[in-house]
C-alpha cells in the first residue's frame, strides 16, 4: 500500500512515515497541500493520505477539499494529523471529506488503531 | 460566544482577559505533561521544579489568534531542544542531527503545545505556524512563566497576550 504524509515539519513527516513504514506502507512525504496535489497529479495516488491541517502555501483542509472534488481520487482514503482539537474543526474537516481525525500528540497506538478502523493495516504487527 | 468570554469582551471583539485567566497554571502544566509523555517519551516527565537559566536560551513559539491573541513560547537551552528533538524523531534511530533538525522538531514541540493549549480557550482560535530562535519576540505585559525541569533542565514555558502583532 502506498501511503502520503503530508506536514510542513519534517519531524512530524518522519515520524508518521517511520509507523506506516513498519506497517509495510511505502511512504512519499510533501511539505504542504499544494505540493501533495503535485504529487497526485503526476499520476501517484496513494491509498491513504495523512494530512496535517496548517500548513503553508495549501492548508489540510483546502487539500481534502481539492481532492474530495476531484472524481479520479475519491478512493484515497484521507486522514487528519493535526493539533486542531476543536470539535468545530474536527467536524469542518470530515464534513469537507477526510475519513478519520487524529490528534496531535498521539503515539504510534493511536496510529494503528485509526487505520484498523479504516480497514488499512497491511501487515499483521505484534 | 461563551457567556465568560462575552463578559470580558470589547466592542471590536476583542478579549479583555489577562493569558493566566484564560489559561491558569495547572491546566497548561496538565497539557505540557501530557504532550511530553506521549510525544517526547512514555518515561519523559516534566517536573513542577525552577532550573537554572540556559547557557544558551533557544525558544520555539506560535501564535494564537482568536477573540485571544497570544503566544506561547517554549524555552530551554539549545542542547535540551537537541535533545527533545533527539527524542520526538526516536532517540535509537537518529544519527547526527542538523541545525535544521532542531529547530523543524523544537518548533514542531511548540506547536503541539500551543495547539494543545488553544483547545483551553473558550472560543475556537487560529494557531500561527511555528517560528524558532535565539531571540523571541517581547513578551506581553501579562507574561506568565511555567518553570519546570526535564532530565535535569530547565525548560520554561511563557504565555502572554499580543494586542496588535506577533
Known amino acids: 500500500m502506498h501511503a502520503l504524509v503530508i506536514d510542513d515539519s519534517r519531524a512530524m513527516r518522519r515520524i508518521v512515515g517511520g509507523i506506516l513504514s513498519d506497517l509495510g506502507y511505502e511512504v512519499e512525504q510533501a511539505g504542504d497541500g499544494q505540493e501533495a496535489l503535485n504529487v497526485l497529479e503526476a499520476g501517484r495516488v496513494p491509498d491513504l493520505a495523512c494530512v496535517d491541517w496548517n500548513m503553508p502555501v495549501m492548508d489540510g483542509l483546502s487539500f481534502v477539499s481539492a481532492v474530495r472534488a476531484n472524481p479520479a481520487w475519491r478512493d484515497m482514503t484521507l486522514m487528519m494529523v493535526t493539533t486542531e482539537s476543536e470539535h468545530g474543526q474536527i467536524v469542518r474537516a470530515l464534513a469537507a471529506g477526510a475519513h478519520e481525525y487524529l490528534i496531535k500528540p498521539f503515539t504510534p497506538d493511536a496510529l494503528r488503531d485509526k487505520l484498523s478502523l479504516l480497514g488499512l493495516v497491511p501487515v499483521e504487527v505484534p | 460566544m461563551s457567556e465568560h468570554l462575552l463578559e470580558a469582551t470589547t466592542q471590536d471583539g476583542a478579549c479583555t482577559l489577562s493569558a493566566a485567566e484564560l489559561l491558569p497554571e495547572e491546566s497548561v502544566r496538565a497539557v505540557a505533561e501530557e504532550i511530553w509523555l506521549s510525544f517526547i517519551g512514555e518515561e519523559e516527565f516534566l517536573i513542577p521544579l525552577d532550573g537554572e537559566a540556559p547557557a544558551n536560551p533557544f525558544s520555539a513559539w506560535v501564535g494564537i489568534d482568536g477573540p485571544w491573541r497570544g503566544r506561547v513560547v517554549i524555552t530551554c537551552d539549545e542542547s535540551v531542544a537537541q535533545d527533545l528533538t533527539r527524542c520526538l524523531l ?31 480557550l473558550p472560543e475556537a482560535s487560529r494557531l500561527t505556524l511555528p517560528l524558532v530562535g535565539a531571540n523571541p519576540p517581547a513578551h506581553g505585559e501579562d507574561m506568565f512563566v511555567i518553570q519546570s525541569i526535564w532530565r535535569g ?10 494586542p496588535l502583532q506577533y
Open chain 2, 153 to 162: 533542565q530547565s525548560v520554561d514555558i511563557v504565555i502572554s497576550s499580543v
Open chain 2, 90 to 120: 526516536g532517540e535509537e534511530t537518529v544519527g547526527e542531527l542538523s541545525q535544521d533538525d532542531v529547530e523543524d522538531g523544537f518548533g514542531e514541540l511548540a506547536n503541539v503545545v500551543g495547539g494543545g493549549l488553544k483547545a483551553l
